[in-house]
């Protein structure tokens, strides 16, 4: 009887199993088709895959629909993140503010510069950083605030502006999670000193992986672009700008500081063109699911249903 009823009981496990298998539900996935493949084609037709004319053409492109033309193509979200550390000259013995809800790349990126993460409370429906902590945290060290629009929804960038303004901090956004949100009117990444955008496997907008800085001034888009090849001077193609330069000897480089690399390639970036002519029928999409479950949730009394944005924002993520 006892081995009867193990054995039953393996057989309802069995069972059980496959029903939790076939209803299981992918959370993310690309949405790559025939134009990315053919997107890519001339590309791998020109015998140039590196950084060239599609990557400066995605730049472009992204700062004509962000109104930014301080915009640039990185490889991650993170090399970004790491940047904007090198290009706002935050180093050992300053402090950045933080929300407690954060990726670990964005704290990685503090504690590289020599720096300390502060962390900040977040507000309790909407995940975001509120702006009464960056004034209860301030120190004489602190340089910097870095903010995450979590889940794609805004957080209050005027009174965070305004505490930033008073006591001269610098703003980071940290816009991974919403490259086509608006906060009155402006785009999220273009309104702090430094914008950081993903544009990895889940994103909105993928290009397989890559990412975006955007920058408040020339001064620091300038450094950016030396930041984001080992600090060398600016060049598009190294070698052949030098000899077109009329160099003597082309293989000599101008260091102006010390960094990594965190260049793109036109590979990426023609997927990521493509990808961004199709994001704002991306997000109208994600907005009637979201919407969906708005409704069909909203009269369950026991589930509390996200927020939607603030007035006058609109989210792009998860809304």
């Not at 977040?122 to 060290?141: F, K, Q, S």
């Not at 509390?304 to 989210?315: D, I, K, Q, V």
């Amino acid at each position: 009887m006892l081995g009867k009823k193990l054995s039953g009981n393996n057989e309802k496990q069995e069972e059980n199993s496959k029903i939790r298998k076939n209803i299981s539900i992918q959370l993310f996935s690309n949405s790559f088709g025939e134009d990315e493949i053919q997107a890519i084609r001339p590309v791998f037709e020109s015998r140039w895959t590196g950084m060239g004319n599609e990557t400066k053409m995605l730049e472009k492109e992204l700062g004509e629909k962000w109104d930014c033309p301080r915009t640039l193509v990185v490889n991650c979200c993170t090399a970004a993140l790491f940047m904007s550390m090198k290009i706002l000259g935050i180093r050992q013995g300053d402090e950045v503010i933080i929300p407690s809800i954060h990726f670990i790349g964005a704290v990685n990126a503090i504690f590289d510069a020599g720096a300390k993460p502060v962390f900040a409370d977040v507000d309790i429906r909407t995940l975001n950083i509120l702006p009464e902590e960056i004034e209860r945290l301030r120190t004489e060290n602190t340089k910097a605030v870095m903010v995450l629009h979590y889940g794609g929804h805004p957080c209050d960038m005027d009174e965070i502006m305004e505490i930033a303004k008073k006591y001269n901090l610098y703003v980071i956004e940290d816009n991974a999670n919403s490259p086509f949100s608006t906060y009155k009117g402006k785009y999220c990444g273009t309104i702090g000193d430094v914008g950081c955008t993903s544009f990895e496997s889940t994103k909105i907008m993928c290009m397989g992986d890559g990412g975006a800085i955007t920058l408040k001034t020339d001064e620091l888009y300038k450094k950016a672009i030396e930041y984001r090849y080992f600090g060398l001077k600016h060049k598009g193609q190294s070698g052949i700008d030098s000899f077109k330069e009329g160099a003597q000897k082309w293989w000599e480089i101008e260091l102006n500081c010390l960094s990594n690399r965190y260049v793109t390639c036109d590979i990426l970036s023609a997927i990521g063109r493509v990808q961004l002519k199709k994001a704002d029928k991306f997000i109208k999409r994600r907005k009637e699911i979201w919407d969906t479950y708005q409704k069909g949730l909203s009269e369950l009394e026991w589930l509390e249903t996200p927020p939607e944005p603030s007035a006058g924002s609109a989210g792009s993520l998860l809304s």
